[in-house]
């Protein structure tokens, strides 16, 4: 803005003051963007509030969308000195009774024909040699820089340490070298030996489809190294010797779930305990149970049956030879150490089960998962002996649903919900008070969020019939939506559905991935997080051996078929889920009937994969708060129009300047013609007075 400022001294004309009110006629136009952009920057703000309410419903819907979250169980446990549970959202409610003879143990071995006052005293040269859990390792020491602190250090950090751990004991002035397991359970011994022991490897690795180290889970006919599909009767068969030269020969069968696992046990019963196999990076190994020379060999053979698939096994070979290193480190000789805690697994009987006074369930751990369907038992002692019965006193334990998590954490969702609600009804309507509409009342963006979160409260849930779901809508369990869009909850209806069907409740809040079909030749197997949910029509082909020749699907409002991928009984929507189409990641299983079906007399199923009111309502909400949702392109294109009006507000200011420069000089001319005629005209005057 220009400085001059010429106030009308001479002719008595404030021509600042006229400059100044016709620089606000000039500059009215500016103004109307400021409050333009005034507006927009506060519905940015507004959105950003917004933003924070939808948030917190998000964080409230996640405790109802998902089954875990909203699956919970009061638990009792008679005796907790023996025994803590704990539940997943698999279990099922009921009682049950525990004994519990032993926890499981590792194992333990200390030196007591060493005498080192100190940690620092030195070891000498040599070789320690001890094995665990089918690994062997071979500790090098050097004369007079190897202290016995330092052995252990050397065991420890081995980066190959199959899994125990070097301590030094003092008792009775000395130094003990003690060696513990890490791992509970028989499985789990700690060998000390005079040599080294024999180990057979494969000289490659087994990988997956995918170019990854197979792991004990994967499924031999998912190995790259296997071809073709499986028709019946293929088998590998394990041949070799043990330690000492008796003949080994065990077939195992493989079938469609056969795994890598499967193939490791199968090695160890042929070996019956006279060697150790496990997985190793992708690489089989198979050590011998006995340290020294040994007459072991291992080989394996797949035998395709009558079918027309192979299997490339890797070829074994001789690792390390028996007896081949001896351990000669003078005070840590096999025979100077004292077994003082065996390796042991817990054994517990469940209802009674196993009968018999000497059968037990056995596991190589104390918290044991595997037992009582969703429930974790975490073993602390073993229960009181009765010599009387010759029985351990049972611990009672029971499960029950805790029923009022799914109340209050409905109530939760309710409470976010409207608090949401109330904020956008803020925003939106008009404000009698103050004769004006909420900032964001004519943001579509807004109606379509209120629109989209009401929807999943007023219509029959995504895959739910009437006829076959307790519940279908939310109105069923005592949810439902005021004029002004509020949620309600009707607890005594909540707790009346609760009572009638507790997981049809749980199914209608929480379903997800969930399906059903109408033909039992085509079930529902899985659905992933991009399946959309809905009802589907599919139609299978098989020939008169049953495999499948094709299979098609569509949703049931679609009129043209799409064909599925089909990988043995394995029916599946696109492989990519990045793919439009609707089925993406479902996944179904073809059971045969028994006859031929051709394009004349398909197999037709209806698959419903149903989605529950929070889960529905959790993935709307997700969209809203995604990167590229509602919520982000509105502010994203207020922000551009905030910059925009910005530019014109710079531009309008340049020009007001320029204007005002323009008038200050304008009348400081004028200024000057006045004086100047002032000046002339009193000197006329003068002059006519002589």
Not at 174 to 194: K, P
Not at 418 to 444: F, H, Q, R, V
Not at 585 to 613: C, Y
Request: hydrophobic residues 30%; contains cysteine; proline residues 2%.
């Amino acid at each position: 803005m220009s400085t001059i400022n010429l106030p009308g001294l001479s002719t008595g004309i404030d021509t600042g003051q006229i400059i100044q009110q016709l620089m606000a006629v000039q500059g009215r136009r500016k103004a109307n963007y400021q409050v333009q952009q005034g507006e927009m920057e506060e519905k940015v703000s507004a959105y950003s509030n917004l933003r924070n309410a939808i948030q917190s419903v998000n964080g409230a819907v996640d405790q109802v969308s998902s089954s875990e979250n909203l699956t919970s169980f009061n638990t009792r446990v008679s005796n907790d000195d023996v025994l803590a549970i704990s539940t997943s959202s698999s279990a099922s409610e009921g009682t049950h009774n525990v004994q519990v003879k032993q926890r499981a143990a590792s194992e333990t071995w200390i030196n007591d024909g060493s005498d080192f006052r100190y940690k620092s005293d030195y070891v000498g040269q040599g070789r320690f040699i001890y094995s665990y859990n089918g690994y062997e390792r071979v500790i090098s020491t050097v004369e007079d820089e190897t202290t016995l602190e330092d052995l252990v250090n050397l065991i420890n950090n081995d980066e190959n340490n199959p899994g125990v751990s070097a301590s030094l004991l003092n008792q009775g002035g000395s130094y003990h070298l003690m060696l513990s397991g890490r791992q509970t359970g028989t499985d789990y011994n700690i060998s000390i030996n005079q040599s080294n022991t024999e180990l057979w490897t494969t000289t490659s690795e087994l990988t997956t489809t995918q170019g990854r180290r197979a792991e004990l889970s994967t499924r031999i006919n998912r190995l790259e190294q296997f071809s073709g599909s499986l028709e019946g009767g293929e088998s590998i068969t394990i041949s070799g010797t043990t330690n000492d030269g008796t003949t080994v020969s065990h077939d195992i069968e493989i079938h469609e779930n056969t795994t890598v696992e499967h193939l490791l046990d199968g090695i160890n019963d042929a070996y019956d305990g006279t060697a150790t196999a496990v997985l190793d990076r992708g690489r089989i190994r198979l050590l011998d149970s006995t340290s020294g020379e040994s007459l072991m060999t291992f080989e394996l053979e797949y035998n395709p049956g009558s079918g027309e698939s192979s299997f490339d096994i890797p070829s074994t070979t001789q690792s390390t030879v028996g007896g081949s290193v001896n351990a000669d480190l003078d005070s840590f000789e096999p025979e100077s150490f004292l077994k003082t805690q065996s390796a042991q697994d817990s054994l517990i009987k469940v209802n009674g089960y196993p009968p018999g006074e000497d059968n037990w369930i056995a596991n190589s751990t104390n918290t044991i998962t595997d037992v009582i369907g969703g429930v974790t038992l975490d073993l602390k002692s073993a229960s009181e002996y009765n010599e009387s019965t010759g029985t351990y006193q049972p611990v009672d334990i029971a499960i029950n649903k805790n029923t009022s998590a799914v109340k209050d954490r409905l109530e939760g969702m309710v409470s976010a919900y409207n608090e949401a609600i109330k904020l956008i009804l803020e925003k939106t309507e008009y404000d009698l008070e103050k004769e004006e509409a909420g900032i964001l009342s004519g943001e579509s963006s807004v109606s379509f969020m209120r629109t989209n979160m009401r929807a999943p409260f007023g219509r029959i849930a995504t895959g739910f019939i009437e006829t076959l779901d307790s519940f279908v809508q939310a109105r069923d369990i005592g949810l439902t939506v005021d004029g002004r869009g509020m949620l309600e909850l009707d607890t005594d209806q909540l707790e009346q559905a609760i009572n009638e069907d507790y997981e049809g409740v749980v199914d209608l809040l929480a379903g997800s991935g969930i399906g059903t079909s109408s033909n039992s030749s085509v079930q529902f197997y899985n659905a992933s997080d991009r399946t959309e949910p809905g009802t589907y029509n599919v139609r299978v082909e098989c020939d008169d051996a049953g495999n499948v020749t094709g299979a098609w699907i569509k949703t049931s409002s679609q009129s043209e078929w799409r064909e599925m991928n089909v990988q043995g009984d394995v029916m599946q929507g696109p492989l990519n889920l990045s793919s439009d189409d609707p089925e993406r990641g479902l996944q179904l299983m073809f059971h045969w009937d028994g006859q031929e079906h051709t394009s004349e007399n398909p197999i037709e199923a209806t698959i419903r994969v149903k989605e529950g009111i929070a889960t529905s309502l959790d993935r709307t909400l997700d969209e809203f708060l995604e990167s590229d949702g509602r919520i982000a392109i509105s502010q994203d294109n207020l922000n551009r129009r905030i910059d925009n009006l910005q530019d014109r507000i710079d531009r309008e200011q340049r020009r007001l300047e320029t204007e005002e420069n323009r008038l200050v000089m304008r009348y400081a001319r004028l200024e000057r013609t006045l004086t100047e005629m002032q000046q002339q005209m009193e000197a006329a005057g003068l002059m006519g007075g002589a």
